[in-house]
């Protein structure tokens, strides 16, 4: 089955209002009084969304801030998280728990609980992490109404230089810590939650995402690549050709924030205008102007055989 | 590294106070109002958790039960579950579905929301799931006093037998049923919560289980194997002897409540009294009196190599 079908037989099952219908990130639970609680739980997957090669500590980290992410996206505050883990080889875990440490220090989040099991022989590592998440307004993905401005925080595309990199490229350690240590944009989060109609973060690249909010909000998105946030680095390293900049548009992994404004309102935080949503569904891409076709795969998605 | 010895780094990390220092089975809490939010995370491993040739939907069912008794060794409501959960073959994904639609469907818990991976070819399933519930009174583990009673819900031992049925000896249907199906004790858990010291469910055995909520309590506990209440169909299937008895009080994956009372106070729910705890730290066993040496193994514990 593919993720899409899956989703639609879970559909089907008994779902919980909080559940938004399974089109978001993360579960709203209403609160009988504010701030709602905030759940979200993801899959780390060794080969599949980490490298065997990257380090123990830099995979903790990871597996902690794409979730952190999530709450980020629905304006929350972290309250804890439950870590399922496979015990493997000692130095892998110990080196595994320092950035376990490092990662719940920086972003003051707790640990909550969890589970371990004992890693098997030659299978890859598969983590497992709940965050739990209060936030006094939590905006949904499927909010933006035509006419809304798209806009994202940060730059894109460094991480996908990063994993790149990682692979054995030749490029700076700027992008490669992008592609290894994200930041989740809590503050951000908690502050565009309020004035944003919808809200996401940026995990499988800027047009599969915002394509997704578009269509989960039964409008259509246009998108001009020029004005798409590159850094100072990633134009150094890929250059600044139609490609270079259509690359960095539909890389993964950068877990900034991508959010509808109503036209007219400059967001709360340092973010930039890449879009416009209108009412006819599908994606318009223009590079400065020009029109450009979409491209066959417009990000990261987890549906290979 | 152990799981010992895991827990014990992660000791030392940030810890939310709702985690009771890793030394239960879910996280509690404290909301500003009564209930409280109770946190419950567990994997399932195939090979570890459960056999390849177990049918899907059993797996559903059982990952479902698993997460549910920890909620219900807190006196809690299902509020819901986020479920990881890795895409593999058609045939398995579809039985898993009715499976974990039955099991959501009996027990009143909606789905909340979850991630799904591809399932890497060769190696063994994870399966993840995340539960949350509402209690007005969540029992610890480390709450037996010396004096208190240690009882049981429902038989020990079943499921035991059902595993040794999978795996392919000979017995009846029933024993299958309790390794395969468990029942979380949610009724009976909201029932005892309020009344009982301590609480949690048998996943991993009753003498290993019991053990560690006398350690827990920093008390010892004293118990009979002749009072460890055991089924009809599982006497018939392995007979009274005291080899027999052992094995039932070492066996995994029963899911029933095992809880401390104050002397002289009556459980509210049906259940039997296996034993008392007393100040001295450790486990003494006796065999309808006649003392017994603790086996080398009191139960099933995760930490093979």
Chains 1, 2 share one sequence.
């Not at 996908?160 to 930041?183: E, V």
Request: with cysteine; aromatic share 4%.
């Amino acid at each position: 089955m593919t993720e899409a079908e899956f989703l639609e037989a879970l559909r089907a099952l008994p779902l919980h209002p909080a559940a938004r219908g399974l089109t978001d990130d993360a579960a709203v639970l209403p609160a009988g009084t504010t701030p709602a609680t905030v759940l979200t739980s993801d899959l780390l997957v060794e080969g599949v969304h980490f490298l065997s090669d990257d380090p123990a500590d830099t995979v903790a980290w990871k597996l902690v801030a794409t979730n952190l992410s999530d709450l980020a996206a629905k304006g929350a505050t972290p309250v804890g998280v439950l870590l399922g883990y496979p015990l493997g080889d000692d130095a892998w875990d110990r080196a595994f728990l320092a950035g376990l440490a490092t990662a719940l220090a920086t972003f003051g989040c707790p640990l909550l609980g969890g589970d371990t099991v004992r890693q098997p022989a030659g299978s890859p590592r598969f983590l497992s992490l709940t965050a739990i998440g209060h936030s006094d307004a939590a905006p949904a993905r499927n909010g933006a109404r035509a006419g809304d401005a798209l806009w994202v925080t940060g730059t894109i595309g460094d991480a996908g230089a990063g994993l790149a990199i990682a692979r054995g490229a030749d490029g700076p350690q700027a992008l490669l810590d992008r592609y290894r240590r994200p930041t989740p944009r809590l503050a951000e989060g908690r502050a565009l939650a309020s004035v944003a109609h919808a809200m996401m973060d940026v995990s499988d690249g800027l047009l599969l995402d915002a394509s997704r909010m578009a269509a989960a909000s039964g409008i259509g998105i246009a998108i001009d690549l020029a004005d798409v946030p590159r850094s100072a680095d990633l134009v150094r390293y890929d250059g600044d050709s139609p490609a270079a900049r259509l690359a960095a548009a539909t890389a993964g992994d950068d877990y900034e924030l991508l959010f509808a404004l109503p036209p007219g309102v400059t967001p709360p935080v340092p973010a930039t205008c890449v879009g416009r949503f209108h009412a006819e569904p599908g994606v318009t891409l223009t590079d400065d102007g020009t029109p450009v076709p979409l491209p066959a795969r417009l990000g990261f998605e987890h549906q290979g055989g």
